[in-house]
């Protein structure tokens, strides 16, 4: 398994900024993905971040709000732009091996964000 | 698209009695499923996976599945339910879509142990 460090853990924000999240592994993946968990729901996934390359947004999100970066094969970042209250969520990186053929995602911490 | 059900948002039981979590899966290929644990403020830890091997997956802290085919089903279970087991469970299925794996998840079911 990889060991995936999500930074911050938590943070309190005003309405209309906009906030980065990092998302470091231990070791390289091939694959990098980005979820949010809203308030007593499940995990809906965002993008999948590519690396050297534009991200793939699932329906309902847009780069403009959410915009990623993948600059290597252990690093991504996503921001929260714009924020509003129903922004508050905790938001989840996750990562996985195509090489393993296991198809098994592991998760960071996840960043607990609060708007107000 | 795949899909997962996770019946029962919430399930109680008492310390020491057998734990029953559902899941269905809808797939049209052999699934990749997985049960994950969420303790509270912690992010998702993976319990147990099946791949296609043995039906019946053993994973961590005592926590077992069986993946039925015929009823597309992946129950969880553990025979002896802890204090520390009290958490949100997630099932999942994992889908390949252009070459990408994609995990779709069930809406989750939150243990609770009573003393």
């Known amino acids: 398994s990889a060991v995936i460090s999500q930074k911050p853990s938590r943070d309190i924000c005003q309405r209309g900024t906009s906030l980065t999240i990092q998302c470091q592994v231990d070791?390289?993946?091939?694959?990098m993905f980005w979820y949010r968990q809203q308030p007593g729901q499940s995990l809906t996934l965002i993008a999948t971040a590519n690396q050297g390359s534009e991200a793939t947004y699932e329906s309902g999100f847009v780069i403009d709000k959410f915009p990623i970066s993948r600059p290597n094969l252990t690093f991504s970042t996503l921001t929260v732009s714009n924020m509003s209250p129903e922004d508050s969520s905790i938001y989840l990186c996750s990562v996985g091996n195509l090489m393993t053929g296991t198809h098994i995602q592991y998760f960071g911490a996840g960043t607990r964000l609060s708007v107000l | 698209a795949q899909s997962v059900t996770q019946l029962g948002s919430h399930v109680s039981v008492s310390e020491g009695a057998l734990v029953l979590l559902r899941c269905n899966y809808s797939s049209s290929v052999p699934p990749y499923l997985f049960w994950y644990v969420q303790y509270p403020n912690q992010g998702l830890q993976l319990l147990l996976k099946y791949t296609s091997a043995a039906t019946l997956v053993k994973g961590i802290n005592g926590f077992e599945a069986e993946f039925k085919k015929s009823e597309t089903s992946f129950h969880l279970t553990k025979p002896s339910a802890h204090m520390s087991d009290a958490a949100e469970y997630f099932c999942a299925v994992s889908e390949s879509i252009q070459g990408a794996q994609k995990l779709v998840f069930g809406q989750g079911t939150r243990l609770t142990i009573n003393p």
């Open positions: 070791s390289q993946v091939t694959m």
